[in-house]
């Protein structure tokens, strides 16, 4: 076709790749919340061009990872209070959802994955933020709704923060792994009512949960 270019440019590839590398430092809490990010220390982090750390910035920050910082310039997201109760009223109303769908689309493979990722929920142990991903993941393929999928990936995103200080907060995972049983059991029973409900808690709790964590986080920035 005449005029068509669909040759990849290598620099999107490179900024894609910076994201990426951003991003999961981000989300695995090597960049804590409230980090100061500069270019340059970024550049020689990454071993790449001040453009290519711009412009990653620049989609970390449509993504709600990164912020414009008090003080000046950018650094790791913290969400404020009213960010965190409106993000857990969305939880709220979709992770119900969510487990109704599982309850009626997925299948008895994908409810024994989930019943075996549950059991290694590990109380006061370390390495559980893997384990929660992984629970997620399994619950939001067998929902079989990508685009509802998407919005609660987004979320979990936007709190990544809080669900590993909460993760780590004492007594946390204790009720975690009862909560997991309680909907692995309900989900065993194809009872979508139970299942919602106990998702409904979970939920109440993590939000409690968040509070706590996100005093701790505004603890450390300061």
């Known amino acids: 076709m005449a005029g068509l270019d669909l040759r990849v440019k290598q620099d999107k590839l490179v ?12 989300l695995d809490g090597a960049l804590q919340p409230g980090r100061r990010l500069t270019e340059r220390e970024l550049t020689e982090l990454t071993g790449v061009s001040r453009t290519s750390v711009r412009e990653a910035l ?5 993504e709600g990872l990164v912020e414009e910082s008090p003080s000046r310039g950018l650094r ?5 209070a ?5 993000i857990y009223e ?9 487990v109704r769908l599982f309850v009626e689309r997925a299948s008895a493979e994908e409810v024994d994955a989930l019943a075996s990722v549950a059991h290694e929920v590990t109380p006061g142990g370390d390495g559980n933020k893997d384990v929660l991903d992984r629970f997620d993941k399994i619950l939001l393929d ?15 995103s936007r709190i990544h923060a809080l669900r590993r200080v909460s993760a780590a907060t004492p007594g946390r995972m204790a009720v975690t792994k009862q909560e997991y049983a309680d909907l692995v059991e309900a989900i065993r029973n194809r009872s979508a009512a139970d299942a919602a ?11 409690a949960s968040a509070k706590i964590a996100m005093s701790l986080l505004e603890q450390d920035a300061d």
Do not use: F
């Not at 900024?15 to 981000?26: N, Q, S, T, Y």
């Not at 998702?199 to 109440?204: E, F, I, L």
């Open 58 to 62: 620049r989609r970390l920050q449509a």
């Open 90 to 98: 969305i939880r709220a109303e979709l992770e119900p959802l969510v």
């Open 197 to 207: 409900e106990v998702a409904r808690r979970h939920v109440a709790a993590a939000r």
């Open 142 to 156: 067998g929902c079989r709704n990508p685009m509802l999928a998407d919005m609660l990936g987004g979320l979990y």
């Open 76 to 80: 790791v997201s913290i969400p404020t």
């Open 82 to 86: 009213e960010e965190i109760e409106q």
């Open 15 to 26: 900024r894609d790749k910076v994201v990426d590398a951003l991003r999961e430092a981000i």
